[in-house]
């Protein structure tokens, strides 16, 4: 081969680049098109009270079909209203766990009803709601208590055996735990007599009584709960004379439905109100303690104690001044025998201020001193009842027929009256009788006549059975 002829050979290098792509996916943030939604339509549960602190009760969740890895598919929870109103429960936002925050207790509230809702951070914004009730269980964890403590009734003597005595009440907030009652810490002596149902604790006789007498029961109560101590309460159970043996059968009866006085604003302290209207008259037809008669003010009628009255007389008298501007006291008297039973009933005494009052009678050569208790003698002869009124003290004088009426009023309040009764009249100027006869009052009588307008002073007189 020539020169001429070569042939020029080229070397081509053929070089290949091999180019590497990353492709990184990345997804923008597009509509909000679901909102979460619960997995349940509604929850329900229970939870014993007491329970340790951050206890789980319930999970609520709620799914959302967006992409949960967008701001439009995360979701989070929220209570959005509630009655819990100790704060008795919580929920953890991102997983939508109900637990309780700190002790709970039933004995405060026992349903718990809240809404909750579950929202996403898409924009707008999307959620859904759920109820949930939450029970609150019983555990026993409160002691019982009896209540009162100290309990007083009365029985007669001649009761049958399961006279019902008390109902023993006892106050224990918890329903779980069967209370027990008994009477073992009561003397065999006294227990004899009575009975107590362990379930109710209710009292009765278990025995007839011998006699009256007095007895103190000792109760105790117990819940099941070992933990608990025992609660204690006591009876006190007056045994007395049945009601067919008890003397005591009638209520004191005051002759009038009301009393009237009428007094000036510038009534002096320690003034008698009657000298100013109605004589007090309260009669009880029992004999000895059973018909002597006492007479107090009820003390909310009489606030603020300007009035007060004699027990043995019945006379209201002032221990203040009167109130400026005010018209009228109302006050009620109460008549208590002195029974062992007492026995009592009550009047109103209606005190009127006005500007003007007749002035009171002259006083006779007794005024001054304070009426005392007074007797009606009772004879019955072969063909009438008399009845002798025997006035026996001063405190002012009234006209005879004012005192008449008064007497009248006072022996017509029984159409019948055993013999040899006793009434109290506590009232009246002098000495005195009264008779009355099946036929009605027959008047006065006395020493000597007295007209209508005529004072009545202290005077001997001889009982009249005419």
């Not at 509604?42 to 701001?71: I, K, M, R």
């Not at 006279?163 to 810490?185: H, K, Q, R």
């Not at 063909?383 to 001063?394: D, G, H, K, T």
Request: hydrophobic letters at 35%; one cysteine or more; charged letters at 20%.
């Amino acid at each position: 081969m020539t020169m001429d002829n070569k042939i020029s050979v080229y070397h081509v290098l053929s070089i290949t680049a091999i180019c590497i792509l990353s492709f990184g996916v990345i997804f923008a943030s597009g509509e909000n098109e679901n909102p979460p939604v619960f997995n349940s339509s509604y929850y329900s549960e229970s939870v014993l009270e007491n329970v340790a602190n951050y206890t789980l009760v319930v999970t609520v969740t709620a799914t959302d079909a967006d992409n949960s890895s967008t701001p439009e598919g995360t979701v989070y929870y929220e209570i959005i209203d509630s009655n819990d109103n100790y704060g008795f429960f919580d929920i953890t936002s991102d997983s939508g766990e109900i637990r309780t925050n700190g002790i709970i207790d039933r004995e405060k509230q026992e349903y718990v009803n809240m809404t909750v809702a579950a929202f996403d951070n898409g924009d707008p914004q999307k959620n859904d709601t759920v109820d949930v009730d939450i029970r609150l269980l019983d555990v026993n964890d409160n002691q019982p208590v009896i209540t009162p403590k100290n309990m007083n009734t009365s029985i007669p003597e001649n009761s049958p055996v399961e006279t019902f005595v008390v109902d023993v009440n006892v106050t224990d907030p918890d329903i779980e735990g069967e209370l027990i009652y008994s009477l073992n810490p009561t003397a065999d002596a006294v227990r004899q007599y009575f009975h107590i149902d362990s379930s109710t604790g209710v009292i009765t006789t278990a025995k007839l009584f011998d006699n009256t007498n007095t007895y103190i029961l000792t109760v105790d109560v117990k819940d099941g709960n070992p933990d608990h101590e025992l609660s204690y309460g006591h009876v006190l159970v007056d045994v007395y004379y049945s009601d067919s043996n008890d003397p005591n059968q009638h209520d004191p009866q005051f002759h009038k439905d009301s009393y009237k006085y009428y007094v000036p604003p510038d009534l002096p302290v320690s003034s008698n109100l009657t000298d100013y209207g109605d004589t007090i008259i309260v009669i009880d037809k029992d004999a000895g303690d059973n018909g002597e008669v006492i007479c107090t003010l009820d003390s909310e009628s009489n606030t603020r104690s300007i009035f007060a009255i004699t027990e043995d007389t019945c006379v209201i008298y002032t221990l203040f001044p009167l109130e400026e501007d005010y018209e009228r006291y109302d006050l009620i008297v109460i008549g208590t025998d002195k029974g062992k039973t007492p026995r009592s009933s009550e009047v109103a005494a209606i005190v009127y201020v006005v500007e003007e009052t007749q002035p009171p009678p002259a006083q006779s050569d007794c005024a001054g001193c304070w009426p005392i208790s007074v007797s009606i003698v009772l004879l019955v002869t072969s063909s009438v009842l008399v009845v002798v009124v025997i006035v026996q003290c001063v405190v002012h004088n009234k006209r005879t027929t004012e005192l008449k009426n008064d007497l009248k009023q006072a022996t017509n309040v029984y159409d019948e009256i055993p013999a040899n009764s006793v009434i109290q009249l506590n009232t009246v100027n002098t000495s005195m009788t009264a008779a009355e006869s099946e036929s009605g009052y027959m008047g006065l009588t006395g020493d000597h006549q007295t007209t209508d307008n005529d004072y009545i002073a202290p005077y001997d007189v001889t009982p009249s059975t005419t």
